[in-house]
């Protein structure tokens, strides 16, 4: 069974940064990719992230690409999520999924089930 568990969010001031974690267990991390998710209130979760565990391509939105950057400890299946110059407008819920694969342009379609979500809370 795909299991991930999210953590590291919090409450944090504009500018400040935070790093998530997500460890991810029930499949073969090294031959699939991560995704991490966000949704705000009132939104529809948007992808934000994805790393492949197996070449390590990686894929930002435009939304957080120059400010985010994701990594990927395949050694311990946790994939990480840096998240310098927070702005207000990042607040959501952020949830990992494994996913079949990650492009430079995007991922592919997500598997298992989605993790618990971790709170990020950006005061401006």
């Known amino acids: 069974e795909v299991q991930l568990v999210e953590s590291g969010g919090g409450l944090v001031q504009a500018g400040g940064s935070l790093r998530l974690s997500c460890a991810a267990s029930?499949?073969?991390?090294?031959?699939?990719?991560i995704g991490w998710f966000r949704q705000a209130p009132g939104k529809e979760r948007e992808g934000v992230s994805c790393?492949?565990?197996?070449?390590?391509?990686?894929y930002y939105a435009d939304s957080v690409k120059g400010r985010f950057t994701i990594s990927s400890d395949n050694a311990k299946n946790t994939v990480y999520l840096q998240m310098n110059s927070l702005k207000p407008e990042d607040t959501a819920v952020y949830y990992c999924?494994?996913?079949?694969?990650?492009?430079?342009?995007?991922?592919?379609?997500?598997?298992?089930?989605w993790g618990q979500g971790t709170q990020v809370t950006v005061s401006s």
């Open positions: 790393i492949s565990s197996s070449d390590g391509s990686t």
């Open positions: 029930g499949f073969t991390f090294d031959d699939y990719a």
């Open positions: 999924a494994a996913v079949l694969y990650c492009l430079g342009h995007g991922w592919g379609p997500r598997f298992g089930s």
